[in-house]
């Protein structure tokens, strides 16, 4: 039989509310995304920012095809990019200035790379990405949580986090980000995931309301993995 893993032995022995949302939920199944550099990250980060998926991926598509021979270009590829032959693959103007700004701050290193920012502390991270023009901290926690695979943040802005607090919680109004935090500290040094079992609760709670005949796949979901 195999063995609980840590984060639900911690969360169930510290929180019942949390043990009952794991026994509903299942096993701790957090899947991280493709390997990528902060500054792709970022930069695809920026190109979804407003806009559906579909729409974000055809723009991101056009913007790579701007660099042949590339799997993404290089910050000092865009750099040297003319801003309107940018704008030509539908990026608005604000979204090109926040992706100048990155690749301005990957070449002089407020960005780190990869090997760099994998001995960075998580405060250390968010305090330097945050510096970028368009990103803020919960651009930089999703990085954290889903690229770095790190396992003590807690995104307390974060809706989908928020209403499963509410939902599994049973509480009649959608905590605070400040409430979250407090309440959070005990489910360290495992608050990614509580924070997975909370969007989970969130999408439980989905299914449950919508009837079977008229599920549809639409839209956004909190993220998923």
């Known amino acids: 039989m195999n063995q609980p893993s840590p984060e639900i032995v911690h969360l169930c022995k510290i929180d019942p509310v949390m043990k009952r949302v794991?026994?509903?939920v299942g096993p701790y199944a957090l899947s991280l995304r493709a390997r990528r550099s902060p500054f792709e990250s970022l930069a695809r980060a920026i190109a979804y920012q407003q806009l559906h998926d579909k729409a974000a991926e055809s723009i991101l598509k056009r913007f790579i095809a701007l660099f042949p021979g590339r799997?993404?270009?290089r910050p000092a590829d865009l750099l040297a990019m003319a801003p309107e032959t940018i704008r030509g693959t539908g990026f608005s103007r604000a979204k090109i200035a926040a992706l100048q700004d990155l690749a301005a701050k990957a070449m002089d290193g407020t960005v780190?790379?990869?090997a760099v920012i994998q001995r960075l502390a998580d405060d250390a991270i968010v305090e330097r990405l945050i510096a970028v023009r368009g990103v803020g901290r919960w651009t930089v926690e999703m990085l954290l949580i889903f690229q770095?695979?790190?396992p003590d943040v807690l995104p307390v802005d974060d809706f989908g986090v928020r209403n499963g607090f509410r939902i599994a919680y049973k509480r009649k109004a959608m905590p605070t980000p400040k409430e979250l935090l407090v309440y959070g500290e005990r489910w360290r040094p495992?608050?990614?995931a509580a924070a997975w079992y909370l969007w989970?609760?969130?999408d439980q709670a989905k299914v449950v309301r919508t009837p079977l005949s008229v599920v549809t796949v639409t839209g956004k979901r909190?993220?998923?993995g």
Do not use: H, K, S, W
């Open 71 to 73: 799997r993404f270009p």
């Open 148 to 150: 770095l695979g790190r």
């Open 222 to 224: 909190a993220p998923n």
């Open 200 to 202: 989970r609760a969130a």
């Open 112 to 114: 780190p790379t990869t």
């Open 22 to 24: 794991i026994g509903e």
């Open 190 to 192: 495992y608050r990614t």
